[in-house]
C-alpha cells in the first residue's frame, strides 16, 4: 500500500523537532494505525503549511498566504516523488486544498479524484477528522477509524471505482405500472423511502438490489402533478397492494416516519416491515449519529449525495431519492453480516415493538 497522511499544520512538538505528527496528536494517529496494520513508517506524512499557526490555529493564516501557499508547493513536489495510492486528508484545510470546500462533516469518509490544482490533483483521496480534534471530541474517533479503514482499502491502486447504479427515474405510465406489477408478482425483498411529509409526499422510491431503484413520481419540484387522475390511481391501487403485502419484505431507514407518512396522509397500509437499518446500525454503534448520510459513509463506497435533496434539478432530485432507497438496501445487507447472535435478537426485539 502507498498512503499520505496529510495534516494541517505543524503544533509546538513539531517546531521543536522538525517533523510531522509527533506530539500528542501524532502519537494518538500512531494508535490508531497500530491497531490497523497500517505502518506509519511506510506511509508519507506531512501538512498543508509548514509553519505552526498562532495558537495552533491554521484559520488565523489566509488560505491565499504565503504560510499556506509555499506549503502546499512543498507538499507537492512531495507527493510527486512519493507517488501514494490514496490521500488521506485530515481536517478542513487539508480537505479545502485538495477539492476547494471545507465542510468536512459532510465529506469525511467519501472516496474522490482530486479536481483542484495543487497538490491532490488527479490523486485518489477521502478526507476525516483530524487527529487533534478527535482527542478534543472523542466521540469522532470512530470516524477517523472507519475513514483509515477504507483508505487502507483503497491503498493499493490509484484508479478508484465508485458505484454504479440503476436509478430509474423517467418511466412511462405503461412502463412504470409493469415495473410495480413486477414486484407484486414476484415479491422480492425491496427497500423504501418517500420523499415529503405529511400530505405532501411527491414521490417514492423502491429498490430491489443495491443497484437498482425505481422511482414513483407523484408531483414535480413545483407541486405539480406527474400523472391524470385515472393513471395516479392506478398507481396508488399497485402500490398499496405492495406496500399491503406482507410477503414482500420492506427494509427502511427510520421506517417510522416514512410508514406513518402513507399511512396517515394515505391511506396505505405497510405490512412486511422487516428491516430499519437506523435500528440496526444502533446496535453496532450506538454512540454515533444514525443519518443515512453518515451510515453510507461507513458501510458503502457511495460519495457524498445528500447535498442532492435541495437540488433545483428536478432529474437530480428523482435520482437522489432512488439513490437512497439503493443505500438503504445495501447497507442492509452489510449490516446483517455484521451483527451477532446477541444483537440480531435485541434488533428484531426494537423493530417488531
Not at 8 to 37: C, H, I, T, W, Y
Not at 42 to 47: A, E, I, K, P
Not at 187 to 211: Q, R, T, Y
Amino acid at each position: 500500500y502507498r498512503i499520505a497522511i496529510c495534516g494541517e499544520a505543524p503544533g509546538r512538538d513539531e517546531e521543536l523537532q522538525g517533523k510531522p505528527f509527533v506530539g500528542m496528536s501524532g502519537r494518538f494517529l500512531d494508535g490508531l494505525l497500530s491497531k490497523l496494520n497500517i505502518m506509519r513508517q511506510c506511509c508519507f506524512v506531512g501538512n498543508i503549511c509548514q509553519v505552526r499557526p498562532p495558537m495552533n490555529d491554521i484559520s488565523k493564516f489566509d488560505l491565499d498566504g504565503p504560510q499556506i501557499t509555499s506549503g502546499l508547493q512543498l507538499l507537492q513536489a512531495d507527493l510527486q516523488q512519493f507517488n501514494p495510492n490514496i490521500c488521506v486528508l485530515l481536517g478542513k484545510t487539508a480537505l479545502w486544498a485538495a477539492m476547494g470546500v471545507k465542510n468536512i462533516g459532510d465529506w469525511r469518509g467519501s472516496y474522490f479524484i482530486s479536481q483542484r490544482q495543487g497538490p491532490f490533483f488527479g490523486r485518489k483521496c477521502i478526507a476525516s477528522y483530524h487527529p487533534a480534534y478527535c482527542l478534543r471530541q472523542y466521540e469522532w474517533t470512530p470516524l477517523l477509524t472507519f475513514d483509515l479503514r477504507k483508505a487502507i482499502r483503497e491503498a493499493s491502486t490509484p484508479h478508484l471505482t465508485l458505484p454504479v447504479r440503476n436509478l430509474v427515474t423517467n418511466l412511462s405510465f405503461a412502463q412504470l405500472l409493469d415495473e410495480l406489477n413486477r414486484i407484486v408478482a414476484t415479491k422480492p425483498a425491496i427497500s423504501c423511502d418517500i420523499e415529503g411529509g405529511v400530505n405532501s409526499m411527491s414521490c417514492i422510491s423502491l429498490a430491489i438490489s443495491p443497484m437498482y431503484s425505481v422511482l414513483v413520481p407523484f408531483t414535480d419540484l413545483l407541486g405539480n402533478s406527474t400523472w391524470s387522475v385515472d393513471e395516479e390511481v392506478q398507481i396508488w391501487w399497485r402500490l398499496a397492494q405492495i406496500m399491503a403485502d406482507s410477503s414482500i419484505p420492506k427494509a427502511w431507514q427510520h421506517g417510522l416516519y416514512d410508514r406513518f407518512i402513507l399511512q396517515h396522509s394515505y391511506k396505505c397500509v405497510v405490512r412486511g416491515n422487516k428491516d430499519d437499518i437506523m435500528l440496526k446500525h444502533w446496535e453496532l454503534y450506538c454512540e454515533l449519529e444514525k443519518n443515512l448520510g453518515l451510515q453510507a459513509s461507513l458501510y458503502t463506497d457511495e460519495q457524498y449525495y445528500k447535498f442532492e435533496r435541495k437540488s433545483t434539478s428536478q432529474e437530480e432530485f428523482y435520482r437522489y431519492c432512488c439513490k437512497d432507497s439503493a443505500v438503504t438496501y445495501e447497507i442492509n445487507e452489510k449490516l446483517e453480516k455484521f451483527l451477532d447472535a446477541g444483537q440480531k435478537a435485541h434488533y428484531k426485539f426494537n423493530n417488531e415493538v
